[in-house]
């Protein structure tokens, strides 16, 4: 038998871990995806679902785990970390960006918070929030703020961080920030910096081993540094295995004898299998309201409210608009948003053989990255299998 | 002072409850004639219809008709109000184009021009511009996403406010002469003597819980279309101040769609308008008899809808723009039984209680954004009167806060690291008192940071307002800058306006975070109806945004 051809759409965690999964299972896989998603905006940090301090601590699979080691840019495994937010809330996740400081083992210690001012990180606020965090009050973890000149220059305050993640990605640059944090004064346990410490380098890993105490970065802002990091990671993961990657956003997709084809633009992908890892409305798989063709608004793929794939909220069919303009948000309530998906039993899309589906794609599962990840593996592992 | 008494000195003069545009008015006149004066605001500054309100410093040709004399003192005010705060004001041309389907289009189109004629002779009162008819073609070039079937138009000139800009000067001008002003602080019961005469308020701050009594000479209710509520805390039956509460809300869309105002009709006739603002759209606007609480005014779908639709109709591209926000507020329509909405008065009135047995309490009804000023001002020659105060009257002449001089936004950008934009919308809010910002940078350049992207409000700002124009929360800072009300509706600037805000109120972290928390919860319930295709990513992403930054909802054990 021939190994059957995957047609993955979707490259965020989801999609990547799916055909990282087919490949490894023996397909020939092709990935489809349009541009950043969910992934490309998250913060770093790597929850099975959106924390709370209350949530059990569960450790991630070992697939999972496998997937983090093979994407090269992820701690995962052992103790859940400790990371800070951008606005300085200490919160659990089970992994992270390697770039991320992890704050745990520093109970008792000072933490020197550097002073550069960035306009989407202000580290004096930074240092009072995380001060009158709970955790550090239990921990007795300090914060010092401390003064590093020339860590930014005042024309980069205006800059995105993903801009600015980029400019530390030069090797004179971060070689110039470790003479900086060595300069004076007395070493602390650790450095907590804005977020960006690179796009492609490990900056973080770097200046670790140059000043000699844990270097990191808190957490990033929507379309910030860490969703920067996962796309590169992710290109040549596809890369090295050999997947073949194309840009198009899919806008129809329809039964062919034993398989599907998936139309994007002018171009028709056949494929035996499909993976839908398109994401959630925020990725732009799932379209609200009617499918009209005549509309830019309706970049629509099929999945949309209107259509054909089975879309599912609190484990009813939706299948019908209940107003003109779209779902009646006043009566439902926004959070349907994080709810609405495809109806799937399993990995497998309920009622279309051959149709699989992973991630935020999914109705009623938790919006995080661990879990879309775990889902892809399972998907592209199903739609690779005999 | 006229009034004898043989009780205490009261604590001030006038007592004003209310800081709509009436209320902050009256306190900025009553001071500026060196009376003292104590102000009491339930929400914040501007909160009610004052902030929400089209913003048109209009003479109202719709009163043309029917109302000439309303037509005519808004015109003269309205001239007024450009001299004392020309920083404010912004000129807003008009098209009113004809369409073709109308039945006797062309009549219709030379009815407009006699109508435009008439309206024309107020025009020099505010330095508007006389009318111009226009062809088909003249429409085109103007306007080329107009739909195509007019017969032609015409142009008319009017001038737009921020109308909660306009409250926060008047209030700081009353401080710095002297008044004392409490915002979320509500009057809780006005107090009577035992002759019936009013002598003070009840308060309580409804942040704080903090709650005491003011006492004063006179009580002025300039609540607007909480007039009647208040009557009734004075022991009155609430028809003593009644108001017609009439709903009105305002869309807007992420983008600058034309550059004239545009006058459409409603499925049902009525007349809207889409109207350029900043690098925005506005659609407005609704009216309805509202009862609902005058708290918590949002806008419904139907009305959102109908408004999306009429705009549609004659500027189809509208349909491509994303709808971001709406605002809501009611109007305090001077009382008039069974009449159309549209066809009541927006004329004032002072209702002096001691024809209802409260002798020393006032409330003003109705009213416009446009005739404040003249209608505080009669409100304070009432108070006068009654006080024997001869001071003359100098409100449309004494400049508000920053409207002494103009500044030049590029001269502002000097030495400190703000693009012109940002110095664009600083002076503009701020008129000459941008230079205290600006100050405040230099002195501290952190403080350039820019915190608001979409607006853009720097840091400088958000304390400038919080240290003198009294903003408590991230709300308040929002009504005074527009922080949060662009296209990422707070997503990226909340947060950080609210550690910002505790830091310069000197409260804990956890504070600026509610704040900011809060101000989210009431900009998502402003946006819900009119969550289409478009928004529902912005909105699915703001939910991600918050659930990694501030975890999932815990539900108590
Ligand atoms: C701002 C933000 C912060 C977050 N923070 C965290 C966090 O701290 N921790 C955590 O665990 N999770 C976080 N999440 C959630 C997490 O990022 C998502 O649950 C997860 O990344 C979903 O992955 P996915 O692969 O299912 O979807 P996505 O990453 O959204 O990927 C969807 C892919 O499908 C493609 N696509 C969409 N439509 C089409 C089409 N028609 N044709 C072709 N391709 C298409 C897109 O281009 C994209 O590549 C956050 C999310 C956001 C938005
Ligand atoms: C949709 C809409 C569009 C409009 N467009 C225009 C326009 O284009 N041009 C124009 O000239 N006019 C316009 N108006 C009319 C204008 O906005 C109002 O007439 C005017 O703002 C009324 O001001 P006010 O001070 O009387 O009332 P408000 O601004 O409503 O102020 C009343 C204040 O009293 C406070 N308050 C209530 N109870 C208490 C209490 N117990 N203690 C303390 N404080 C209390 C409230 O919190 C509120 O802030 C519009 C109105 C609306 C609603």
Redesign the interface.
């Known amino acids: 038998m021939t190994a059957p051809r995957v047609l993955v759409v979707g490259g965020g965690a989801a999609g990547t871990a799916a055909a990282w999964s087919a490949g490894r299972a023996g397909a020939r896989v092709t990935l489809l995806h349009a541009g950043p998603g969910a992934t490309a905006l998250y913060s770093g940090a790597l929850d099975r679902e959106p924390w709370s301090e209350r949530a059990r601590p569960s450790a991630a699979d070992e697939l999972t785990v496998a997937f983090a080691v093979a994407l090269g840019i992820w701690r995962l495994g052992g103790q859940p970390a400790r990371i800070s937010t951008l606005h300085g809330e200490l919160r659990p996740a089970l992994g992270r960006d390697r770039a991320l400081l992890d704050l745990a083992p520093f109970a008792g210690k000072c933490v020197a918070v550097a002073d550069a001012l960035h306009r989407e990180h202000d580290p004096r606020l930074l240092v009072r929030a995380l001060e009158a965090s709970p955790w550090a009050r239990s921990a007795r973890t300090r914060f010092e703020l401390r003064d590093v000149p020339g860590l930014l220059d005042e024309s980069e305050q205006n800059l995105s961080s993903y801009d600015l993640a980029k400019r530390f990605d030069d090797p004179e640059r971060s070689a110039l920030v470790a003479r900086a944090l060595t300069a004076g004064g007395e070493a602390p346990a650790a450095w907590l910096l804005g977020p960006w410490l690179g796009l492609e380098v490990d900056v973080a890993g770097l200046l670790t081993e140059a000043v000699g105490v844990p270097v990191g970065e808190v957490s990033s802002p929507p379309g910030g540094a860490a969703g920067g990091r996962f796309e590169w990671a992710r290109d040549r993961l596809l890369a090295d295995q050999g997947v073949s990657v194309e840009r198009g956003v899919a806008t129809e997709i329809s039964r062919d004898g034993a398989g599907w084809v998936v139309t994007a633009g002018d171009r028709q992908v056949a494929a035996e299998r499909v993976v839908l890892a398109f994401g959630g409305v925020q990725a732009g798989g799932i379209c609200l309201g009617a499918v009209r063709p005549e509309e830019p608004l309706s970049l629509a793929f099929r999945a949309s409210l209107a259509g054909e794939l089975p879309l599912e909220l609190d484990g009813e069919p939706v299948d019908r608009n209940s107003t003109l303009f779209g779902v009646d948000f006043v009566a439902r309530g926004v959070d349907v948003l994080s709810r609405v998906g495809l109806a799937a039993d399993g990995a497998a899309v309920r009622g279309c053989s051959g149709l699989y589906a992973a991630g935020d794609a999914i109705a009623g599962r938790p919006r995080a990255v661990l879990e879309a990840i775990a889902a892809g593996i399972a998907a592209g592992a199903a739609a690779a299998g005999a | 002072m006229s009034v004898e008494s043989s009780e205490a000195r009261p604590d001030c003069d006038v007592i004003v409850i209310g800081g709509g545009v009436n209320g902050t008015g009256v306190a900025r006149d009553c001071a500026l004639r060196g009376l003292s004066v104590a102000l009491f605001e339930r929400n914040d500054i501007a909160f009610g219809a004052s902030g929400n309100s089209s913003g048109m410093i209009h003479g109202g040709p719709r009163y043309l008709t029917y109302d000439p004399e309303v037509t005519h003192t808004s015109c003269l005010d309205s001239g007024h109000i450009q001299r004392i705060a020309p920083h404010l004001l912004f000129r807003i041309p008009f098209l009113a184009p004809v369409y073709r389907q109308r039945r006797g289009a062309k009549l219709t189109l030379f009815g407009y021009d006699a109508f435009f004629d008439l309206y024309d002779k107020y025009q020099p009162l505010k330095r508007g511009k006389p009318h111009v008819r226009l062809s088909a073609d003249d429409l085109r070039r103007l306007e080329p996403g107009l739909v195509a079937d007019a017969v032609g138009g015409v142009t008319f000139d009017e001038w737009g406010i921020d109308g909660a800009r306009l409250c926060i000067g008047s209030m700081v001008d009353a401080i710095e002469r002297g008044a004392t002003v409490r915002v979320h602080t509500t009057v809780s019961e006005v107090l009577k003597s035992d002759d019936g005469r009013a002598t003070g308020v009840r308060w309580r701050d409804r942040l704080t819980g903090e709650s005491g009594t003011t006492t004063g000479l006179v009580v002025v209710n300039a609540t607007g279309a909480w007039a009647p509520i208040t009557a009734a805390l004075a022991g009155l039956p609430p028809r003593a101040a009644r108001v017609r509460p009439g709903k009105g809300i305002h869309v807007f869309l992420d983008r600058r769609l034309t550059n004239y105002a545009i006058v459409a009709s409603a499925i049902d006739g009525r007349q809207v308008f889409l109207m350029p603002w900043q690098n925005m759209s506005v659609i407005g606007t609704t009216d309805d008899d509202y009862y609902g609480d005058l708290d918590a005014v949002v806008a419904?779908?139907d009305e959102s809808?109908y408004l999306i639709q009429a705009a549609e109709r004659v500027f189809p591209s509208v349909?491509?723009a994303r709808a971001i926000g709406t605002w809501g507020g009611v109007r305090p329509t001077l009382w008039g039984w069974g009449v159309n909405e549209d066809k009541l008065s927006r004329e004032h009135e002072i209702v002096d209680h001691a024809r209802h047995g409260v002798d020393g309490l006032y409330s003003m009804i109705g009213g416009k954004l446009a005739s404040y000023r003249i209608f505080a001002e009669e409100m304070t020659d009432v108070i006068a009167a009654r006080l024997g105060n001869t001071a003359q009257r100098r409100t449309h002449v004494s400049p508000l806060p920053g409207g002494d001089e103009a500044v030049d936004p590029f001269e502002l950008t000097r030495g400190v690291?703000i693009d012109a934009l940002t110095a664009a919308r600083l002076e503009y809010r701020h008129g000459s008192r941008a230079l205290r910002v600006i100050e405040r940078m230099k002195q501290s350049?952190?403080e350039a940071?820019?915190?608001c992207?979409c607006e853009p409000v720097t840091?400088a700002e958000i304390r400038y307002v919080a240290e003198h124009e009294l903003a408590c929360t991230v709300d308040d800072v929002s009504r005074r800058t527009r922080l949060g009300l662009g296209s990422c509706g707070g997503?990226?600037c909340a947060?950080?306006c609210g550690?910002?805000l505790a830091?310069a109120r000197q409260q804990?972290?956890?504070r600026g975070?509610r704040s900011a928390l809060a101000f989210l919860d009431g900009a998502?319930a402003r946006r819900?109806?009119i969550?289409?295709?478009?928004q529902?990513?912005q909105?699915?992403?703001a939910?991600?945004?918050l659930?990694?930054?501030?975890?999932?909802?815990?539900e108590s054990?």
């Open positions: 419904s779908a809808r349909r491509q690291a350049p952190r940071r820019v915190v992207e840091e997503m990226r947060l950080r550690a910002i830091d804990s972290p956890e975070r998502l819900l109806s969550v289409g295709p478009a529902a990513r909105e699915a992403l939910l991600s945004v659930r990694s930054e501030l975890g999932a909802d815990e054990a």
